[in-house]
Nanobody
Framework: QVQVVESGGGSVQAGGSLPLSCVFS????????VAWFRQAPGKERELVAS????????DYADSVRGRFTISRDNAKNTVYLQMTSLRPEDTATYYC??????????WGQGTQVTVSS
């Protein structure tokens, strides 16, 4: 049974940094693409960043490009999201999702990120 578990959320002041982690279990991690999504209260869920199974291809939302970095360590079954230059508008619940083809099938429970001005 595939599971993904996020960690690393918290509160930070604007301009600060925060790393998130997503640990995968239950299948061969190297076969899965992974993405980070976020959702703020009253807003739609937004794709923040994605990474291909081997890590060779990454993509970012325009709102975070240049500030966030997604990476993965397949030996540790872990995907990371390094967030820098955080802004109050980055405040949201961040979710990790994994999938092989089509829509991401497996989702974590989410971790809260709060950025104060």
């Amino acid at each position: 049974q595939v599971q993904v578990v996020e960690s690393g959320g918290g509160s930070v002041q604007a301009g600060g940094s925060l790393p998130l982690s997503c640990v995968f279990s239950g299948d061969t991690f190297g076969g899965y693409g992974v993405a980070w999504f976020r959702q703020a209260p009253g807003k739609e869920r937004e794709l923040v960043a994605s990474i291909s199974p081997t890590g060779g291809i990454t993509d970012y939302a325009d709102s975070v490009r240049g500030r966030f970095t997604i990476s993965r360590d397949n030996a540790k079954n872990t995907v990371y999201l390094q967030m820098t230059s955080l802004r109050p508008e980055d405040t949201a619940t961040y979710y990790c999702a994994a999938g092989t083809t089509g829509p991401y099938r497996y989702w974590g429970q989410g971790t809260q990120v709060t950025v104060s001005s």
